[in-house]
């Protein structure tokens, strides 16, 4: 019965977010307030309505019950209670349903959080979110209904995919999502200033803390699908360039792009086309992303079920959303044309470049990703892009701008004088410079050019970061302290800084090692001396695993014990590395079992990865820096004042 | 103001390429190769550079020629299927080690066990480029005269197996 009524109301929720997507558009049109005041209600509505649904397979899942065909092919008794929940959103259907939860909650987070704004624009952002959540409720009703019952039930289910039964990857997906749904928000706000025809800064500052909050989100979300990649299946790699990461790459690379384009948009009034293009952009490659990975189009590892229904609803949606999206651009943006200049020597020429090299990294992303599709298409054979093809070609638009980050962070609005910038910066650069060539010749005692490019681009930003904060906490009495803008844009620019020294480490000084190992022996790999101690059989709720039990030591004295594991999944009868890993803020030792090669003789993957928690830790920061900035007071305060006071956003510029 | 509608117009010609990619399953073989005969090739052994493995092993009998490559996750993820496949013995499996480093690929085999008869090493992804190899993992089956009968993109597993290649073995008369 339980299924039944989380359809049903999941029916409720789609007529809801119609009411959502209609009334307020119309009432804004033709300004009638009745018909606005209509979206904050149904917003909230089609939220109850969904987590009423999304609550419904959440208890099919946690009850067991086979005789929903989704939980059958995606459970089974034995599964632990934290992956019968995590296995909601474990395939298609589950996570489209997460999906649309998320937009009603970030719908319902704007309407709460908009009591500020002109009632017409609130009502557009509403009613735009509504349309869009009532495409996707529509795709789940009409091809992906997670409530479909099977008869007859079987008495177990076929388990969920063991790569899946993993803490880190049962976090990935919402967080991702609430990313690529939060830049529906950004989308619904463009969509909103561009219907109302009033493209003045005011929607760019109204935008910018829902751009970088959803910004955060997809920035952990991508680090947590890589440490997952790492762990579980990576023997020791963490990018794989695979379409689905690269689909959620892209709108990362576009997101970065339009935080930065928001701010010269709100503070000087430029780039306003532009900024509208970059936001409408970042959520269409959110969808198209979903395309991608939902269609079946590309092959992937990640690749869902694929079905061709699927695939032309998403793409008449997506053709849909876009389509009307840059027609309304193109009929809007020529009046958006800015007469305002600005010195080649300025934060908005930095800014510019920083826009125009993410941009490009983003597009080379894109080729690489839809390249084999379009060949194919035009019947010219079948042509493939790997891991090396991305490296060089990402490689050219991001070294640029990192080296650029540093100048752009310390550079004024209009206009800079050399001569202060340089005294300011002479010192960082320094640092970096002796850093660059110091640190890989002391601690791991070899020199080459592109380690020494990578550890003088993070030393860099790191010690260009750290010059307003620094400042701030130095400052004299009664001075007023750095804005939340400013400290989250030097932590956010510190958490590269880390993250780049972290990929050239890990690049640079990776060492492995493969060698037969059984219980009494010991090997050394990169100073340090790997002993197995014993092998044992582990029984797990629904695996049964060999493990070994690896002592490691450096120069004789214990640094720590790992368990690596070889499991056997019971029900899909597939196996699964569990890497035991020594992690230290400076170094991982990894130690994978790989194949039994005697009576208890195993092959070993042992490996000493520098920095490379930095990679991860990094992303952290970069999240931090953008939820520092989201918490800015301006914000809040000037949503307050701008009703009365038009001319306030030209006084800050 | 043209230069406004050039998102428009970019974003309009993509959407016939994505639909016609739609109805293009990218697992299946183009059909310019199925039940064709299988490109000839000859290439160094990867784990014995002055052997060569080439389409003259195959003589005669059912093979099954996997494509992989040591940066691929989905390789890994079907490497234990391989494996308990080759231990079954039902064909002979053969791989095109694609785009790889020879060290790398070396080590995976030893590390992860060897389900190949022998492995070819496709440095520069030439023979790929024949097979029409799109990505890898790819699994081709290739009957005891040379043609090749199917093509299987994405990693292997048991399910995929019985379903697909079992059947074509079993026509094909080899004792399953």
Same mark, same amino acid.
């Given at each position: 019965m339980i299924p039944e009524i989380g359809h049903f109301a999941l029916i409720l929720a789609l007529s809801l977010a119609l009411c959502q997507g209609i009334l307020p558009l119309v009432g804004a049109h033709r300004n009638d307030a009745a018909m606005m005041a209509v979206a904050r209600t149904a917003a909230s509505g089609q939220l109850i309505f969904v987590a009423f649904a999304f609550g419904a397979l959440t208890w099919a899942f946690v009850q067991s019950d086979f005789s929903v065909a989704y939980v059958a092919s995606h459970s089974q008794l034995a599964l632990p209670t934290i992956y019968k929940i995590s296995a909601v959103w474990g395939a298609h259907e589950g996570s489209l349903l997460l999906w649309v939860l998320l937009l009603a909650a970030w719908t319902v987070a704007v309407g709460r959080f908009s009591h500020d704004l002109p009632e017409a624009f609130a009502a557009r952002v509403v009613g735009v979110l509504g349309l869009l959540s009532s495409g996707f409720l529509l795709f789940t009703l009409l091809t992906s209904n997670p409530f479909m019952r099977l008869s007859p039930a079987p008495a177990d289910g076929a388990d969920l995919n063991p790569l899946l039964q993993d803490p880190g990857l049962a976090m990935h997906p919402?967080?991702?999502?609430?990313?690529?749904?939060?830049?529906? /928000?950004?989308?619904?706000?463009?969509?909103?200033?561009?219907?109302?025809g009033n493209l003045d800064q005011k929607w760019a500052r109204w935008t910018r803390p829902w751009t970088t909050a959803a910004w955060m989100f997809l920035t952990v979300g991508i680090a947590l699908g890589s440490w997952w990649a790492y762990y579980e299946l990576g023997w020791g790699g963490w990018w794989f360039w695979d379409p689905v990461e690269n689909a959620s790459f892209m709108p990362w690379l576009i997101g970065t792009a339009l935080i930065h384009s928001l701010a010269v948009t709100e503070k000087r009034g430029l780039f306003k086309s532009w900024t509208l293009l970059l936001a409408i952009s970042a959520f269409s490659l959110s969808l198209l992303g979903t395309f991608l990975v939902r269609s079946g189009i590309l092959v992937s590892v990640h690749a869902f079920a694929t079905d061709p229904e699927r695939g032309f609803f998403i793409l008449a949606f997506l053709a849909v959303v876009i389509i009307g999206a840059l027609a309304l651009y193109a009929w809007r943006a020529p009046a958006l044309d800015s007469t305002a200049g600005f010195k080649p020597l300025s934060r908005e020429t930095f800014l510019l470049l920083n826009n125009v090299l993410l941009v490009v990294a983003a597009a080379l992303v894109f080729i690489g990703t839809l390249a084999p599709l379009v060949v194919e298409v035009f019947n010219a054979g079948k042509i493939s892009v790997g891991p090396p093809w991305f490296e060089v070609a =990402?490689?050219?638009?991001?070294?640029?701008?990192?080296?650029?980050?540093?100048?752009?962070?310390?550079?004024a609005w209009r206009s800079q004088d050399f001569g202060t910038l340089f005294s300011t910066l002479k010192w960082p650069a320094l640092i970096a410079v002796i850093a660059g060539i110091g640190i890989p010749g002391i601690f791991y005692g070899r020199f080459g050019l592109l380690v020494s490019v990578g550890v003088i681009a993070s030393v860099w930003i790191l010690a260009v970061s750290l010059i307003d904060p620094v400042r701030s906490l130095r400052r004299s009495a009664g001075a007023p302290a750095m804005s939340r803008s400013m400290l989250g844009m030097s932590v956010a620019h510190s958490g590269?800084?880390?993250?780049?020294?972290?990929?050239?480490?890990?690049?640079?000084?990776?060492?492995?090692?493969?060698?037969?190992?059984?219980?009494?022996?010991?090997?050394?790999?990169?100073?340090?001396? =790997?002993?197995?101690?014993?092998?044992?059989? /582990?029984?797990?709720?629904?695996?049964?695993?060999?493990?070994?039990? /690896?002592?490691?030591?450096?120069? !004789?004295?214990? /640094?720590?014990?790992?368990?690596?594991?070889?499991?056997?999944?019971?029900?899909?009868?597939?196996?699964?590395?569990?890497? !035991?890993i020594l992690a230290l803020w400076n170094r991982d030792l990894f130690v994978a079992l790989g194949d039994q090669l005697g009576n208890d003789t195993w092959s070993v993957r042992i490996q000493y990865k520098p920095m490379i928690r930095f990679i991860w830790l990094g992303a952290l920061v970069m999240a931090i820096g953008g939820l520092i900035a989201t918490t800015d007071r301006r914000y809040r305060m000037t949503a307050r004042a701008t009703r009365p006071a038009t001319s306030e956003v030209a006084k800050t510029a | 103001m043209t230069r406004y509608l050039v998102p428009l117009v970019a974003f309009a010609i993509l959407i016939p390429v994505l639909m016609i990619g739609l109805t293009r399953d990218p697992r299946e073989l183009p059909s310019p190769l199925l039940q064709q005969a299988a490109p000839q090739f000859e290439l160094p052994s990867l784990l014995d550079p002055a052997r060569t493995v080439g389409s003259k092993?195959?003589?005669?009998?059912?093979?099954?020629?996997?494509? $992989?490559?040591?940066?691929?996750?989905?390789?890994?993820?079907?490497?234990?299927?391989?494996?308990?496949?080759?231990? %079954?013995?039902?064909?002979?499996?053969?791989?095109?080690?694609?785009?790889?480093?020879?060290? %790398?690929?070396?080590?995976?085999?030893?590390?992860?066990?060897?389900?190949?008869?022998?492995?070819?090493?496709? %440095? %520069?992804?030439?023979?790929?480029?024949? $097979?029409g190899v799109y990505g890898a993992p790819e699994t081709f089956l290739i009957d005891a005269n040379g043609i090749v009968v199917h093509k299987h993109i994405a990693p292997l597993t048991r399910e995929i197996w019985e379903r697909d290649f079992v059947p074509l073995i079993r026509a094909a008369g080899v004792v399953q």
């Open positions: 919402p967080i991702l999502y609430a990313g690529y749904v939060g830049f529906s /928000v950004a989308f619904a706000f463009a969509i909103a200033a561009m219907l109302s =990402f490689a050219i638009p991001m070294i640029p701008l990192v080296l650029l980050i540093g100048v752009g962070m310390r550079t590269l800084g880390m993250f780049v020294l972290g990929v050239t480490v890990v690049s640079a000084f990776n060492i492995e090692s493969d060698q037969a190992l059984r219980p009494g022996n010991s090997i050394e790999v990169a100073g340090y001396q =790997f002993e197995m101690r014993e092998l044992r059989d /582990v029984e797990g709720p629904n695996y049964s695993a060999i493990e070994g039990l /690896v002592e490691i030591r450096k120069d !004789g004295e214990y /640094v720590g014990t790992v368990r690596p594991q070889k499991r056997q999944y019971l029900v899909q009868q597939s196996w699964m590395t569990e890497a !035991g | 092993d195959f003589d005669n009998q059912m093979t099954l020629l996997n494509v $992989w490559a040591t940066w691929c996750p989905g390789c890994r993820q079907e490497h234990d299927f391989l494996l308990q496949l080759a231990r %079954e013995a039902v064909l002979p499996i053969y791989g095109l080690n694609w785009r790889d480093n020879r060290p %790398e690929a070396t080590r995976w085999l030893e590390v992860l066990g060897n389900p190949y008869v022998a492995s070819a090493f496709d %440095e %520069e992804g030439r023979v790929g480029i024949d $097979w």
